[in-house]
């Protein structure tokens, strides 16, 4: 087995360009495209006229850069900040502190295809936002300037005003990439919901049927948000609503909304439960479907029902014979009435309605307000989305094992969504918030109560929500009623630069490097998560100490997304007993600093597992 250096990359598009690999592998030959091979496949789909064609689609200045940042792999890492969760040693939640872009660069080999349900509420666009410029030469080093955490300070947003000649160009290369990154997350059954206004929906629909396909839209749901109409408009219309637009990956539907119980009842006592009427008249003229247009005879009365109705019944006659034997048809009084059939509830128990596309009476934006009051005593924040809402579109499109995500997290309603379905139905859905530390406005509520930013905000929010939840009854069962933080910061691995001058004094520091790759200030917390991206294992995976090599410092990372383990250790020396003791798997990745082996033990230990030194 190999022997590698674990280096800081994360092949963004070496992976898309494995992906081609496995559909036009004769376009690919080395690593690199054959243009003229990919054109002779695609054939008729190709835009023939080339470079200059007129393409379908949504351009805006920036957008090749916009979609060169989904692929730039990021060169930070999440590190975990202990003590500002709850039940931190148990909980698989987590809230990631930091700019998403970079974040979910981050997440794209571990959580790639996991995500069952997204659903955000980026900034809308209103010419009052503040939008996270994002800077195309270091995304990173620009975020860390921005937060203060280099020496260097920086303003961490800037409006977009509509002045701004690039207003709704801005508003789309901040939001392009993330979809794209966004997309790699989901599963192939999962679905994504966005919340939007009038302002972007128009070109958030058009980069989505870009980014996941039209045939993925599912549905433009319209939100009532406002209860009592604006009538201080200078339009004098009052815009009540908000958008939130649908989109799965695949086929599968959304769950759809069971059956009211209360539109059945059982007058007359029906051994077979509560049942409805429903009418049997059909659609078909008798040109049309001749089998549906017959004459029905009451065989306890002998009275007949005809003519049939001018467009037929809806069933054929045996059917409705079917129905007479079954004691479901209602017969009514005259012969010109309409025999009509029961409906029992019991009959398709698991039979779900359509949910409506149209947004009535969910909740209003003044319920998210209430619910910021409720667990702050104050309005700390300004047109929170009521948990409710979310909570919908969680239960259509999760199951209760899922693994949900919002990377606008903003004060967390998502997480108050998901505690409170989880509580209702026994879930064990996990979540993965995302969100920037936006400083709170100066002199705002949220600044005059101690919040500084919005992320410090939205852990309270959840520290409140779980202390508010654990009152009224103790998480039961798996019910999952905690959160860990996590921070986007530098790599632990010293920042690699390709040296190509010739100062003697240079190379020596290029040389030490290589040898000692690690960062100065490089802790074990983070390097284990920071080897856990890289290596493919999500955040939560189980983190135990070998069994057998208690002393050793050798630790086990598994998951139920991986077929192997990964097993490390960053002591500076590692004795050959303890090396001895561990029974390695079949693809079993080690994960070790380099300098804590002598080369025998590399040699040994690469012949019986994947072996990656630092
Ligand atoms: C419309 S608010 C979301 C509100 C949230 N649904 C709520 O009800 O509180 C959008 C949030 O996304 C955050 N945000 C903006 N740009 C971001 C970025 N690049 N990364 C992470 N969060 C970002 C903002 O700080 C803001 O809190």
């Known amino acids: 087995m190999p022997h590698t250096r674990l280096r800081p990359t994360f092949p963004l598009t070496e992976e898309r360009l494995a992906e081609l690999n496995a559909i036009v592998p004769e376009a690919l030959a080395d690593g690199k495209i054959n243009w003229d091979v990919l054109r002779e496949i695609l054939g008729e789909h190709l835009d023939d006229e080339g470079a200059q064609a007129e393409h379908f689609g949504l351009f805006w200045p920036g957008k090749r850069a916009a979609r060169h940042l989904a692929v730039v792999p990021s060169r930070g890492t999440i590190v975990p900040v202990a003590g500002e969760g709850v039940r931190e040693a148990t909980t698989r939640n987590l809230f990631i502190e930091g700019d998403n872009l970079e974040v979910l660069k981050l997440l794209q080999k571990s959580y790639a295809g996991q995500v069952k349900m997204i659903y955000i509420d980026p900034p809308f666009n209103t010419g009052n936002d503040f939008v996270y410029m994002d800077d195309f030469a270091d995304p990173l080093g620009d975020y860390l300037r921005k937060t203060g955490q280099s020496d260097e300070r920086g303003k961490l947003l800037t409006t977009n005003s509509r002045a701004d000649g690039r207003f709704h160009s801005n508003w789309l290369s901040m939001i392009y990439p993330r979809l794209r990154l966004a997309r790699g997350l989901l599963r192939e059954d999962g679905v994504i919901f966005i919340s939007i206004d009038d302002n972007e929906v128009h070109n958030l629909r058009h980069i989505m049927n870009e980014v996941f396909g039209e045939e993925a839209f599912v549905a433009c749901f319209v939100w009532h948000r406002r209860q009592i109409p604006d009538s201080r408009n200078e339009s004098k219309v009052s815009t009540d609503h908000e958008y939130v637009l649908c989109y799965r990956k695949s086929v599968t539907p959304l769950r759809g909304l069971d059956r009211d119980p209360g539109l059945f009842s059982n007058p007359d006592d029906d ?140 004060c967390a309603p998502t997480a108050q969504a998901v505690f409170e379905l989880n509580r209702e139905d026994g879930g064990a859905r996990r979540l993965v918030l995302i969100q920037l530390p936006e400083p709170t406005p100066e002199d705002s509520v949220a600044a005059r109560a101690g919040f500084a930013t919005m ?111 990964l097993l490390f250790s960053f002591d500076k020396e590692l004795q050959d007993k303890v090396l001895g003791e561990i029974e390695f798997a079949e693809g079993d990745v080690f994960v070790c600093l380099d300098s804590s082996l002598t080369d025998a033990q590399k040699i040994r230990l690469a012949d019986r597992c994947n072996l990656k030194t630092i």
């Open 271 to 410: 051994p077979r439960g509560p049942w409805t009427s429903t009418d049997l008249t059909g659609l078909a003229t008798k040109d049309q479907r001749p089998n549906l247009h017959y004459v029905i005879k009451d065989p306890s009365t002998g009275r007949k029902y005809s003519p049939p109705p001018e467009r037929g019944w809806a069933i054929s006659k045996e059917r409705f014979e079917q129905f007479i034997a079954e004691g479901r048809i209602l017969w009514p009084p005259k012969p010109t009435g309409r025999p009509r059939a029961k409906r029992f509830f019991n009959d398709n128990k698991n039979e779900t309605t359509s949910l409506s596309s149209v947004l009535e009476d969910v909740a209003f934006t003044q319920d998210g307000t209430k619910e910021i009051q409720d667990l702050f005593g104050e309005k700390v924040m300004s047109f929170p989305k009521p948990s409710k809402l979310i909570k919908l579109f969680v239960q259509q499109a999760s199951d209760p094992d899922s693994l949900l995500l919002d990377f606008f997290a903003g």
């Open 455 to 565: 992320a410090e905000l939205g852990k309270e929010r959840i520290r409140r929500v779980i202390k508010k939840m654990t009152k009224e009854r103790a998480p039961e069962g798996k019910e999952d009623l905690g959160f860990r933080v996590m921070k986007l910061t530098e790599s632990n691995f010293k920042r690699w630069h390709d040296y190509a001058g010739s100062d003697i004094d240079e190379v020596q520091t290029f040389f030490e490097q290589v040898e000692t790759p690690l960062a100065e200030e490089w802790t074990p917390e983070g390097l284990l998560a920071e080897v856990m991206l890289l290596e493919g294992f999500p955040l939560d995976s189980t983190v135990e100490p070998f069994a057998g090599a208690q002393k050793s410092g050798v630790s086990v990372v598994t998951s139920e997304y991986s077929g192997h383990r």
